[in-house]
């Protein structure tokens, strides 16, 4: 009886295991949304794939291993602000060198057409419209929306300005207000809101009440509204303040119009030594996990449906008037000039 009990026992246990080997949960989970098989076939080929970004690493680096992961492809991160990235690319470009495959910075829109190649990735159909070049050489990944910042342990929110008019009342700001020194596409939304002759005089007023200092990047900026090297950033982008603030530091920011909205885009080099690693790495950072991943540091997704981090900066940006500003390169060197005019910069 007892052997019998047994023997009954090992075949119930024998049934359930192999009832569990061939159940769903016991299958190889599915590929992400984002995996197009066979041009995952010819990436896996390739091996490889090499990133040129200005995406901080404690941000791209989680982001890219995701990528590593779900395909088993070795990324290769290259990181450099984004002029030096423009001046790099347009170097390697000339001497026709196979150096990177994919781009990832705000400076990407301003490639010239002939240096990135012609790809439409499934994910871009979720973007939104202004996300996506009509030419299909490059991709808006995040938004990065402008807006002034300030350190709430020497400025008080009672005191920030309700428009950029109001900025050249505060002659006791002087010396302790900054504003990146290339921050030509928000001069060129201030042109577009308030008209040519308006937007000049304004600054003007600013310059000359507060006098402030022409920083050398974004989240450098950031950081030092952070730490209270500067009281108030005239302008910074939105995600880097909160980045900072969402490091602990006493930074916020609050919103003025107009809003300039410029992308950190993506694009594929024409010369890329791994095409189909690149095409699949440009369909991943579009895709719902690649946009959902990035708002973890507070960047903003251009994927529709994908909240913001926080909630409510969303809700808030939809009150505000938004100016996106697209240059090239022709536009970039007009508008940085008129900057260095108005913001006396030799």
């Known amino acids: 009886m007892v052997r019998g009990l047994a023997a009954a026992s090992l075949a119930a246990a024998l049934m359930i295991a192999l009832t569990r080997l061939g159940s769903p949960a016991a299958a190889a989970p599915p590929q992400p949304s984002w995996i197009v098989p066979d041009l995952l076939h010819a990436a896996k080929a390739e091996g490889a794939l090499t990133v040129y970004g200005s995406m901080n690493e404690q941000e791209a680096l989680p982001l890219w291993k995701q990528f590593e992961d ?3 492809i070795k990324v290769n991160y290259v990181r450099s602000s984004d002029t030096q990235i423009m001046a790099r690319v347009a170097i390697e470009n000339r001497v026709r060198q196979r150096t990177w495959d994919i781009a990832l910075t705000t400076t990407v829109t301003a490639f010239p057409q002939s240096y990135l190649a012609q790809f439409d990735p499934p994910q871009a159909a979720g973007l939104m419209a202004e996300a996506r070049d009509a030419n299909h050489r490059w991709y808006g990944v995040y938004a990065n929306y402008n807006a002034p910042a300030y350190n709430a342990k020497f400025v008080k929110k009672a005191d920030l300005p309700r428009s950029y008019d109001a900025f050249a009342a505060h002659k006791e ?5 900054a504003i990146v020194g290339t921050d030509n596409e928000w001069l060129a939304a201030m042109f577009s809101y308030y008209g040519e002759a ?7 007023g600013m310059v000359a009440a ?3 200092a022409l920083t050398d990047g974004h989240l450098a900026l950031a950081r030092s509204v952070g730490s209270g090297e500067y009281w108030l950033a005239l302008n910074n982008f939105l995600n880097l303040t909160l980045n900072v603030k969402m490091s602990g530091a006493p930074t916020d920011y609050w919103l003025l119009n107009p809003v300039a909205l410029i992308f950190g885009a993506v694009g594929i080099n024409a010369l890329a030594p791994h095409p189909n690693a ?4 440009e369909n991943f950072v579009l895709s719902r996990q690649g946009q959902t991943f990035i708002t973890r540091k507070g960047r903003f997704p251009t994927r529709q449906g994908v909240p913001t981090n926080p909630p409510d900066v969303g809700e808030m940006l939809k009150s505000m008037k938004i100016v996106p500003v697209l240059f090239n390169g022709t536009d970039e060197r007009k508008w940085q000039k008129t900057f260095n005019e108005l913001f006396k910069r030799g």
């Not at 690149?278 to 790495?281: F, N, P, Y």
Request: hydrophobic share 55%; proline share 5%.
């Open 70 to 72: 779900a395909t088993a």
């Open 173 to 177: 700001w002087n010396g302790r207000v």
């Open 198 to 204: 308006r937007a000049r005089a304004m600054i003007k």
């Open 210 to 212: 507060l006098n402030p």
């Open 278 to 281: 690149a095409k699949l790495a």
